[in-house]
T-cell receptor
Framework: EVQLVESGGALVQPGGSLRLSCVGY????????LNWVRQAPGKGLEWLSY????????KYADSVRGRFTISRDNAKNSLFLQMNSLRAEDTATYYC?????????WGRGTLATVSS | DIVMTQSPDSLAVSLGERATMNCKSS????????????ISWYQQKPGQPPKVLIW???TRESGVPDRFSGSGSGTDFTLTISSLRAEDVAVYYC?????????FGQGTKVELK
């Protein structure tokens, strides 16, 4: 069974940093592209970042480019999102999502709260 | 960036009735190479992650009931639930995966009348 399990969400002060992780189970992790998508409380979905299986292609939304960094470690079936210079508006549930064009598997998400 | 605009924002439908919602892209998301529109539809119930229903405008994901169908091409797309069931109460999102940045619609909330 395909599973994506996120972790690393926490309460952090504005200007601080967080590193989110996602571990994949039940599929050949290294051949799939992955994404981070977030959802602010009571709001819609926002795509943030994309990485191919080989890490050769990486894309970011304008809202996080220069502050967030996506990476992966295929040996550990893991995806990461390093988030720096956090703002109140970054408060959201962050989802790890597998893509095959469309988004076929989603994790349950991890909540990051940016507040003083 | 491609803007995805969903309508209506909310929809109240009786059990067994048809629910129809729309998504309009600010530019064509039709691929000239395979003549497919790169839009997918997702259902999100409270406290759960989204789940894919339809991809490439009209292909139903494995395991999705056939009361869900997608149509459209180019810039105008529709998700239809042919006969609403109580478990279909949710927010529905469209997503264009034609180009980066990927963009979602704002969502359509389906409620029971």
């Amino acid at each position: 069974e395909v599973q994506l399990v996120e972790s690393g969400g926490a309460l952090v002060q504005p200007g601080g940093s967080l590193r989110l992780s996602c571990v994949g189970y039940g599929f050949d992790f290294n051949i799939y592209s992955l994404n981070w998508v977030r959802q602010a409380p009571g709001k819609g979905l926002e795509w943030l970042s994309y990485i191919t299986g080989s890490s050769h292609i990486i894309k970011y939304a304008d809202s996080v480019r220069g502050r967030f960094t996506i990476s992966r470690d295929n040996a550990k079936n893991s995806l990461f999102l390093q988030m720096n210079s956090l703002r109140a508006e970054d408060t959201a549930t962050y989802y790890c999502v597998r893509s095959v064009g469309h988004y076929d598997y989603w994790g349950r998400g991890t909540l990051a709260t940016v507040s003083s | 960036d491609i803007v995805m605009t969903q309508s209506p924002d909310s929809l109240a439908v009786s059990l067994g009735e048809r629910a129809t919602m729309n998504c309009k892209s600010s530019q064509s998301i039709l691929s000239s190479s395979d003549i497919k529109s790169y839009i997918s539809w997702y259902q999100q119930k409270p406290g759960q992650p989204p789940k894919v229903l339809i991809w490439r405008a009209s292909t139903r994901e494995s395991g999705v009931p056939d009361r869900f169908s997608g149509s459209g091409s180019g810039t105008d797309f529709t998700l239809t639930i042919s006969s609403l069931r109580a478990e279909d109460v949710a927010v529905y999102y469209c997503l264009q995966n034609y180009t980066f940045p990927r963009t979602f619609g704002q969502g359509t909330k389906v409620e029971l009348k």
